[in-house]
């Protein structure tokens, strides 16, 4: 067994000091490619301030991303990167979009500058605004631990982490990726095969650390990968077998990128 591709994500939300501008930063190492993207947000509007995409690789360069300032770093801000970064194609959107998912989770440990009362009303807003989104918001009535119990102690200046890695490694017979998550919430990992058309022929993964054994459930879906081409997947028909707001969010993402890793190392790296 050969390791052909590996992927690395780190993303953080920081800041100095309460009050302080959100920095919110997307690190991403791979074989492919070392870039990051950058975003410092207001804390309690959200809105982004300063907007920079970074290039690590040869030749290093920082670009300022204009059209994102003034953005609410927030659910359906979509169309605002899509826009902003044009002609930069899909991945430098993808990073970026970490690092708005990154300033949502972060908003748990926010939620005074956000206008809530409590944290029992912030979990309780999250309840209506992200009802039947994800197995656990969809089985509100069976859930153990409400999220702010989940969450736990206040954080005041590191608010968030998460780490992804994918690694694609290629068999006698076929391709095997193992992809990984881990940050302040959860801890989630999935193993894919693949044979040599790209045919998934195995895909397993567990829900290591989540807020509620409600979640785990979610793996259970992962068995409808089996038989798909991977080239065929794209993210919304990927949701729509692993259960949509029944499954899990991450493993849609994680299964999803694990497939794209695949791509990659085959079109792009070049290994056959």
């Known amino acids: 067994m050969s390791n052909i591709l590996q992927r690395h994500w780190l993303t953080t939300v920081r800041r100095d000091a309460p009050g302080a501008f959100l920095e919110a930063r997307t690190v991403y190492c791979g074989t492919d490619c070392e870039v990051g993207a950058f975003l410092k947000v207001d804390p309690v509007s959200f809105t982004v301030i300063e907007a920079t995409w970074e290039n690590y690789s040869p030749p290093a360069a920082n670009m300022d991303i204009v059209g994102l300032r003034g953005v609410q770093a927030y659910f359906d801000c979509g169309p605002a990167l899509k826009e902003a970064l044009a002609g930069m194609g899909e991945f430098p959107r993808s990073v970026f979009a970490d690092t708005v998912r990154g300033v949502i989770q972060a908003e748990t440990f926010l939620y005074t500058e956000r206008g809530f009362a409590s944290a029992v009303e912030y979990s309780n ?20 631990r409400k999220w702010h119990e989940y969450a736990g102690h206040m954080r005041t200046s590191n608010l968030f982490n998460r780490f992804k890695a994918q690694s694609v490694y290629r068999e006698v017979n076929d391709y095997r990726v193992c992809s990984q998550l881990s940050d302040s919430f959860h801890e989630l990992n999935v193993e894919i095969v693949l044979d040599r058309q790209l045919v998934v022929t195995e895909c397993r993964g567990t829900l290591l650390r989540v807020p509620d054994p409600v979640c785990q459930e979610a793996a259970v879906f992962l ?12 993210k919304k028909q990927i949701a729509g077998l692993l ?21 990659i190392a085959i079109e792009v790296i070049g290994i056959i």
Not at 128 to 144: E, Q
Not at 248 to 263: G, K, P, Q, R
Request: one cysteine or more; aromatic letters at 14%; glycine letters at 6%.
């Open 223 to 234: 068995d409808q990968m089996v038989s798909r081409p991977a080239s065929a997947q794209s």
């Open 125 to 144: 807003y999250w309840e209506k605004f992200y009802a039947d989104s994800c197995r656990y918001y969809s089985n509100l009535h069976r859930v153990n």
């Open 243 to 263: 259960g949509r707001g029944d499954g899990c969010v991450h493993l849609i993402d994680m299964v999803y990128e694990a497939l794209e890793s695949v791509t």
